[in-house]
């Protein structure tokens, strides 16, 4: 039987991405912090695949390609002597490609290819830009993927032209741009982003990164109203940060604008039963594809799927390890906390507020000033 395409599944309800894959793998040792370099494809193939599994086995619906940053222009951006150029943009996509679609291949699902902001835009212009662009989706012509999907753009003018590209593969489009509060980066509203990227012809259109899950779902909420306004019907995706930072909603760059940024975030991670309320919430608010961005994990990933599984109808593969809010195999605990079954409750758990364990730790921070991504 063929597999469902993005649309289908869309239409039947809702579709879970897969979590963070450049942080992620920063994070065991397959990245350079700072760059994000996406040479992990061809260097570290095992590592990536792994995580790959690890999200599809929670339950995600799709595998994107870990292609993150890999245009030629920005690998060559920022680079020196300690960060060598050691790979061309066509050969980590064909290894990106390949690795999703063994990963994919385990649960039937889609495989996204990832499309992300080029610094040619800005430094020289858009026949440039254009170009990297049009040389990823170029790449990703005869690799078998289902849909593609652009991310992290900060400007609108940028994504629409990244969208034109994306278009020539025929394949249903997905646009993310990264704003909250105040806009893109030239402030322009997320109410004319919507609107915008949903004229460009994508299929699908939200946010991704930079904010965490609760100001994502005021500015999802945003988006839907612009778009019933003008009387667009288009389905929308959110794939929100999984570190929580309510203190970085005003600043344009969100998280990255926090002092802790990139290497002290930890105690900010979601827990996974914010990502269960969070899957909830995005759902009933209208958002029709849940993933996650930087800070998420595998487990975050099982929330959604758990959460959702009544309208998936269906549990994520891990279910054989895992139940939603404890479950079945708290029973057997050896503490007596867990066997009571007060504690096996969906109540229980969103009572409990995360201690970070750090007695002088502010509740939150102030982000840094003027900062900007360059
Ligand atoms: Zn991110």
């Known amino acids: 039987m063929p597999k469902k395409g993005l649309l289908q599944r869309l239409s039947e309800g809702p579709v879970i991405g897969d979590g963070s894959m450049c942080y992620t793998l920063e994070k065991r040792g397959y990245a350079k912090c700072g760059v994000f370099t996406p040479e992990a494809v061809v260097e570290y193939p095992e590592a990536v695949l792994q995580l790959h599994r690890e999200y599809v086995r929670s339950g995600a619906d ?47 699902c889609l495989i996204a290819g990832g499309f992300s902001p080029v610094p040619s835009f800005r430094d020289e212009g858009e026949a440039a830009a254009r170009k990297e662009f049009a040389k990823q989706a170029e790449a990703y012509r005869d690799e078998n993927i289902d849909f593609v999907i652009a991310e992290f753009f900060h400007d609108i003018a940028e994504i629409e032209l990244c969208a034109s590209e994306m278009k020539k593969l025929n394949l249903p489009v997905i646009l993310c741009m990264r704003i909250g509060k105040t806009g ?27 904010f965490d899950c609760n100001t994502t779902l005021k500015t999802m909420r945003r988006i839907k109203d612009a778009l019933r306004k003008e009387n667009i019907n288009k389905y929308l ?17 969100g998280f990255f604008a926090l002092p802790e940024y990139p290497l002290c975030l930890d105690p900010r991670i979601m827990t996974r039963v914010e990502a269960h ?17 930087c800070g998420f994990e595998p487990h975050h990933i099982r929330s959604f799927a758990e959460e959702l599984a009544p309208e998936r109808k269906r549990n994520p593969p891990v279910h054989d390890m895992a139940r939603a809010f404890g479950g079945d195999f708290f029973k057997n605990s050896l503490t007596s906390e867990m066997r009571k079954e007060s504690l096996r409750t969906a109540e229980h758990w969103y009572g409990i507020r995360p201690a970070s364990g750090r007695p002088f730790s502010p509740a939150m921070t102030e982000p840094v000033s003027g900062m900007k991504f360059q």
Not at 64 to 84: C, G, I, M, P
Not at 190 to 209: I, L, Q
Not at 237 to 253: K, R, S, V
Not at 277 to 293: Q, T
Request: with cysteine.
């Open 62 to 108: 799709v595998v994107q390609t870990a292609a993150f940053y890999s245009s030629d222009d920005k690998l060559a951006y920022h680079r020196n002597e300690t960060v060598e150029i050691s790979h061309c943009s066509a050969s980590l996509n064909k290894a990106a490609c390949e690795l999703a679609r063994k990963a994919a291949a385990q649960n039937d």
């Open 184 to 210: 893109d980066v030239n402030g322009v509203s997320v109410e004319e982003c919507a609107v915008r990227m949903a004229k460009t012809g994508a299929d699908v259109v939200g946010t991704n990164c930079s």
């Open 237 to 253: 995706i959110c794939q929100p940060t999984g570190f929580l930072c309510p203190d970085a909603e005003d600043h344009p760059n």
């Open 277 to 293: 309320k969070f899957a909830r919430e995005a759902w009933e608010l209208g958002v029709n594809y849940i993933g996650g961005c």
